[in-house]
């Protein structure tokens, strides 16, 4: 390997050039500096194209696959979008492979994780919403999942930090949908020292819980590592999602349990904390015989916690602790706006995937799953999402397509550069208080959504309106109106949630 070099990349969003003279969002992007990681001048395992009706791998897959899944990071809480962030490893990974311009998310949680894992946009899995702790659901069993598609083929899987994909009946659980072993929470979201979720312990490995002390970045940056360094390269080639629960609420100093917590500024430290366990993670990696043979990609599952409108901070108060920047973008977690789906990513395999500019091409999580299966030259299962491969080896473009993202009573059409709102209610909106507002931007020349142009541009405006309401709609989670909100952290006033899941005991 050789040295760490620097440079310097100015970067600047297109304008639309068929957008309106004068907009006032047509911006720039900020100046900022890449640190590069360690450069990697060979690499072993070259790769073979593979069509995806294949049925079978023409090799064993020997490439390995790291996925760095992080939790609330928001546009501006990233050094290489915000100079007042410090990520030095996290801006390594967009700079030393590629950074994604315009990965798209959905608006929580659980949706986002079930697009990951199946390939499917939110409107076909049913995931439209976070899976709350009274919940019997989660993801439809009978989605297979991107663990068992690689553990067919031969991969070994794992999955360490946070699930949020059911949580009331182990068939629900990672160790039923793909994942040969599991390490860490089944909920949300758990306190940072406490481990508990709703009154609950929810800290477990293999499916029995845990007391275990400490912070649970450092937790589940350990037990990554431990799993990198006890892996030989005569094993099966590893495929390894760390789940972090950072940055999500509560806000908890990562020094010591009980601290005062000062907003953003314990906000930054504890994205700080988050940077140092993925460099960490990815020094482990490296130092490894056959770490420099893996594909590694890092993203948010959602856009950064920013405050809300004062009546959803009045009925949900864990959305008050909003501290993340979501930079230009509008509004943040939970939202359908650019700032709740809009999130820092990238993709880094050495040698193969790299490039000096941000890829500006349309990317939503959905197309991790058969990118990757497509890299490995596994068969393409028929999936909402679409092989990268293409774009990222090769430099060919994507074709055009539209998508929508959704969140309990709000949903958005994305057909770049275009963008339609329809900004609705949540089930728990007191009725003085519903609404059902729509909105049209350009968020090529917009990405701050502030221009509504659904006056000016009426005929694209009714297109796109009745695509999106044409779209059929899968519902498998509902919302709860009961205001029996997700606790994080706290007294144990209930048994874990390990032993007191349904079938538990068949385990």
Known sequence: MIGLCFKSVAKTLETDKNALEGDAMASHRHRYQWVCIFAVLLFSAPYIGAEAESTEPSRRPSTNIVILLVDDLGWGDVGYHNPEVATPNIDNIAASGVEFDRFYVNPTCSPTRASLLTGQFSTTHGVNGPIQWHSEEGLPLEWQTLPGYLKRAGYQTHLVGKWHLGAASTAYWPQHRGFDSFYGHLNGGIGYFDHVFSGGLDWQKGGVTIREKGYTTQLIKRAAVDLIENRSIEDEPLFLLVSFNAIHTPIEEPQHAGAEHQGRATLLRMIASLDRAVGEILSSLLEQPWGKDTVIIFASD??????????IEMLIPPLRDGYSSNGVLKQGKGSVFEGGIRVPAAIWW??????????????????????????????????????????????????????????????????????????????????????DTWHLYNIESDPGEVVNLREEFPQRFERMRNNLLQIPRRESVQFSTD?????????????????????????
């Not at 952290?489 to 005991?505: F, K, N």
């Open 483 to 507: 205001g029996s909100w997700d606790t994080f952290g706290g007294h144990e006033t209930r048994a874990p949630w390990a032993e007191t899941a349904r079938g538990y005991d068949d385990n």
């Open 302 to 311: 959602n856009g950064g916690s920013s405050p809300k409108p004062w009546w």
């Open 350 to 435: 050495p040698s193969k995937v790299e490039s000096d500019q941000p890829l500006s091409e349309v990317v939503h999580i959905a197309d991790v799953l058969p990118t990757l299966l497509d890299f490995m030259e596994l068969k393409i299962p028929n999936v909402d999402g679409r092989s990268l491969k293409g774009v990222l080896l090769e430099g060919s473009p994507l074709e055009p397509r539209p998508f929508v993202v959704a969140n309990f009573g709000s949903e958005a059409m994305i057909d770049w550069p275009w963008k339609i709102v329809r900004e609705g209610s949540l089930p728990i909106t007191p009725d003085f208080l519903k609404s």
